[in-house]
């Protein structure tokens, strides 16, 4: 099992760990602050001993980092782990933007399903089944999670099972979500947010989150 340092401190730009099992082009690291694909939310970038990631992924409670071919790494080497902290500060906001989104769904239309979710650095998208348009709805859901997000309000997270590690984030008076990405500590942190709607097919709506500032530079 991976030590996943990225839930303890989501802050943490570099980390110094050893190599626990080589195979091939794959590589496990005792713990680890590089997030692998999970719910949605795209993989860190970054970097083992210098060595690019060229992908990430979850196996079970372990996360296997795929090197370039030579990457010369062996087991109970001590290496240091570098992410793209810009990249992973806009993946976490805007994951948090996208479970805000939805909750609100949840709360505010019976029946709603998610079918599917994507948080990149540039935006987040959920996907509804839903018989209508969404447009009209909206400026309201845009304007209640702004509201959210300008109250700056403290998000907490832990565990609900430690030995299965699964993750929860909570926002007092609003919601209990079970969620293991990584998040900002307050919605504050998010900056104000912009809904778009992307029709995909019949019965399916698709909601795209953005954030305003980065949409601005």
């Not at 998610?114 to 839903?130: E, L, P, S």
């Not at 430690?162 to 919605?187: A, I, L, N, Q």
């Amino acid at each position: 099992m991976t030590k996943k340092l990225f839930w303890d401190d989501p802050y943490a730009r570099s980390h110094h760990t050893v190599v626990s099992s080589v195979d091939g082009c794959e590589v496990e690291l005792e713990s680890t602050i590089f997030f692998a694909f999970s719910g949605g939310q795209e993989s860190d970038q970054g970097s083992i001993a210098g060595i690019p990631v060229v992908s990430a992924r979850k196996d079970d409670l372990r996360i296997k980092y795929t090197l370039p071919p030579d990457h010369g790494l062996l087991v109970g080497q001590p290496v240091k782990v570098d992410i793209n902290w810009e990249r992973r500060y806009l993946l976490m906001r805007l994951h948090f933007a996208a479970e805000l989104v939805l909750e609100l769904f949840y709360q505010e239309l019976n029946g709603v399903v998610k079918v599917g979710a994507h948080i990149a650095q540039d935006k987040a998208r959920i996907d509804f089944a839903w018989p209508q348009s969404i447009s009209p709805l909206l400026p309201t859901f845009s304007e209640k999670a702004n509201q959210i997000i300008s109250s700056n309000i403290d998000i907490r997270t832990g565990f609900d099972d430690v030995d299965s590690e699964r993750r929860y984030w909570e926002v007092k008076g609003f919601s209990r979500v079970p969620c293991g990405g990584t998040h900002v500590r307050s919605t504050g942190e998010i900056g104000q947010i912009r809904l778009k709607r992307n029709n995909i097919g019949k019965g399916k709506e698709r909601v795209e989150i953005f954030l305003c500032e980065h949409e601005n530079t």
